[in-house]
């Protein structure tokens, strides 16, 4: 790799770093430093001793009240991604893997390493993981807020039904169809009610998707949190 690009990938890992270090939310995973010396860069956040959303939910599955677990964690999940839109930041890389559990149960969100300031340029789009992906940005445009929201209608998806986005269709169909505004069909696990808000979430359209802020109170009527609650 040249000097240059070196240089780039320090720089951005610097920027990232002096991001992620000044957030502080209670669904937003904890930094505590980073080094970019070496091979490979890396981050020290807090522990996420339950692991990933996916990992926890198989946990509780089969268990009383297990349903009400997975919009519960979505409802956190969503609360952590309004606080990153109400100070411009676009996190890029939405997906299941990249909300982890903690020590206490809380879902957090985490991996900012393509996510960016709205206002920012020279940034890399999104994620590889075809399964996620989102439209507009197949296209080659700048991810957005509305991008976010996309790809959680995508976790939501993977966190009701245990199984990825477009199950096992392959990377270049699943983008085939994304491209032509297509979504996969209904699972029964859900409720026409909780499908109807994920379809809003995915529109192809980005100014057609609901904003994070209606995301989040329908997530909470689904999690049956009390309105006075707060978590």
Do not use: P
């Given at each position: 790799m040249s000097s240059s690009n070196n240089e780039k990938r320090r720089n951005l890992f610097l920027n990232e770093v002096a991001l992620w270090f000044g957030l502080n939310h209670s669904y937003v995973m904890k930094l505590f430093g980073g080094c970019h010396v070496g091979k490979k860069p890396f981050f020290v956040c807090e522990?996420?001793?339950?692991?990933?959303?996916?990992?926890?939910?198989?946990?509780?599955?089969?268990?009383?009240?297990?349903?009400?677990?997975?919009?519960?964690?979505?409802?956190?999940?969503?609360?952590?991604?309004?606080?990153?839109?109400?100070?411009?930041?676009?996190?890029?890389?939405?997906?299941?893997?990249?909300?982890?559990?903690?020590?206490?149960?809380?879902?957090?969100?985490?991996?900012?390493?393509?996510?960016?300031?709205?206002?920012?340029?020279?940034?890399?789009?999104?994620?590889?993981a075809a399964h996620w992906v989102v439209p507009e940005c197949l296209d080659g445009k700048q991810a957005t807020f509305a991008s976010d929201i996309f790809s959680f209608g995508m976790c939501i998806i993977q966190a009701v039904t245990g199984k990825r986005p477009w199950g096992n269709l392959d990377n270049m169909l699943v983008e085939r169809r994304v491209q032509n505004g297509e979504l996969p069909q209904k699972p029964p696990a859900f409720s026409n009610s909780e499908w109807e808000l994920v379809l809003s979430m995915c529109k192809l359209k980005p100014s057609e998707r609901l904003n994070i802020l209606v995301v989040v109170q329908r997530l909470k009527e689904f999690a049956s949190v009390p309105e006075a609650a707060s978590i």
């Open positions: 522990e996420a001793e339950n692991g990933s959303l996916i990992k926890y939910l198989e946990k509780l599955q089969g268990t009383t009240g297990s349903m009400g677990g997975v919009w519960l964690k979505l409802y956190e999940a969503s609360l952590g991604l309004e606080y990153l839109h109400a100070r411009g930041i676009i996190h890029r890389d939405l997906k299941c893997d990249n909300i982890l559990v903690d020590t206490d149960g809380r879902a957090k969100l985490t991996d900012f390493g393509l996510g960016s300031f709205a206002s920012a340029e020279d940034r890399g789009d999104v994620s590889d």
